[in-house]
């Protein structure tokens, strides 16, 4: 199950050339996925499929 999600510039690197990743909560309290699906219509918690069923 997905609960969140981070976003990274091309052109942001750390000193060591990694990426700055920024969670969506820290981009603006209304980015977090609970909040991005309540607008999108989305349920807030996904329906998970019974075990075996895959």
Known sequence: ???GYAVA???ARTAGG???YFGGGRLAPDM???KL???WG???TPPVAPP???
């Open 1 to 3: 199950m997905i609960t």
């Open 9 to 11: 510039l091309p052109g």
């Open 18 to 20: 990694q990426p700055v």
């Open 32 to 34: 977090t996925l609970p």
């Open 37 to 39: 699906r309540l607008r």
């Open 42 to 44: 989305a349920p807030a």
């Open 52 to 54: 075996g069923s895959l």
